[in-house]
């Protein structure tokens, strides 16, 4: 059983560290965003506060190095430093990009065991959210990163997260948001711990020793910005690897601002790529780039049924 932290209330210290990239990398038109301005971050937490939480800043949170925020040594000594800081209860990366993968030699897996915290995030974050399941058994939780705690985020992304971390309900649906249903592509049930999330991040882990294990295991995949004739590259690349055939099953998640290409969308490619690997197989899971945002709790066990078109978490997520 993975190790879950402590049931959370607000009121608690955060910590706010910058493990990934500054600015996110748009791989499709090959350019990079501004990294955060000093300015944002500040509004950022500011909007943060408003929720009832104590911030703790990491040393690395305004430094920069090229499109990166410090060294991968002292990102990663800056992750510890929150992890062995009794008083935080969250760990709140700013956003994701490239370079979590950097940090990850430098962690104390036998230390992140021993004083479990709430990590969230998306996108680059995906990495250091299934390498902590799988090296430090810490359940940690695909959903919120700094830059979310804005007005314009939809109130949904907050109560999805927060009620994730905040219930001891189990077992509970995993639910988009009114509008959104979540549809069946390939009936029959199966059941296993989450896997996965950013569908480029989970293709950057193959043949490294952080390589995500996918055996027995519910993938869930999602992506931002890429054409789709990159996604079927991406998801061919796992195919080879064998990831889709030692799965229990496959939920996909939305490709935000994903373009069309020589007449294929994203949903063809669901259609003619992953219902004829006979999964159960889910698509239209709201989360993590898209506009909605379910929390999703990574390696957490869960069922999912294609027939029904449902995913439901068996257990608690806290304790």
């Known amino acids: 059983m993975k190790n879950r932290i402590a049931l959370f209330l607000k ?10 990239l500054t600015a996110r990398r748009h791989r499709w038109h090959r350019y990079a965003r501004k990294p955060l301005a000093a300015d944002t971050i ?3 937490i500011q909007y943060l506060e408003q929720f009832g939480f104590h911030v703790v800043l990491g040393d690395s949170v305004y430094q920069r190095t090229g499109f990166l925020a410090g060294t991968p040594e002292s990102r990663a000594a800056d992750f510890m430093s929150m992890i062995t800081n009794n008083a935080v209860k969250w760990i709140l990366p700013s956003r994701g990009g490239v370079g979590v993968a950097g940090i990850l030699p430098y962690l104390d897996y036998d ?4 004083n479990p915290k709430i990590v969230s995030g998306y996108s680059d974050i995906t990495i250091l959210l299934n390498v902590l399941s799988q090296y430090a058994d810490l359940l940690t939780f695909q959903g919120l990163l ?3 705690f804005q007005p314009s985020t939809p109130e949904y992304n907050f109560t999805s997260f927060f009620s994730s971390v905040m219930t001891l309900q189990a077992p509970r649906a995993l639910q988009n948001p009114d509008g959104f249903p979540l549809i ?10 989450i896997v996965g999330g950013n569908l480029t991040s989970f293709v950057d882990s193959i043949g490294t020793p952080y390589e995500i294990d996918t055996a ?3 993938i869930v995949l999602e992506d931002t910005n890429e054409s789709i004739n990159t996604i ?8 080879a690897a064998g990831k889709f055939a030692d799965c229990a ?3 996909m998640g939305t490709c935000s601002n994903c373009s069309i290409a020589y007449n294929t969308s994203y949903d063809d490619l669901i259609e003619g790529f992953l219902v004829p690997l006979g999964k159960p197989l889910l698509s239209n899971l709201q989360t993590a780039h898209g506009q909605y945002k379910v929390c999703v709790p990574i390696g957490a066990l869960a069922r999912v049924d294609g027939t029904n078109a449902t995913i439901t978490i068996l257990d608690r997520t806290v304790r």
């Open 11 to 20: 009121g608690g210290r955060h910590g706010y560290s910058t493990p990934a």
């Open 42 to 44: 500040n509004a950022r």
């Open 111 to 114: 230390e992140i065991r021993a």
């Open 146 to 148: 700094l830059t979310d």
């Open 184 to 193: 069946g592509k390939v009936p029959g049930v199966a059941s296993g711990e």
């Open 216 to 218: 027995g295991k519910i």
């Open 232 to 239: 079927y590259r991406y998801l061919a690349h796992l195919e």
């Open 249 to 251: 099953a496959i939920v």
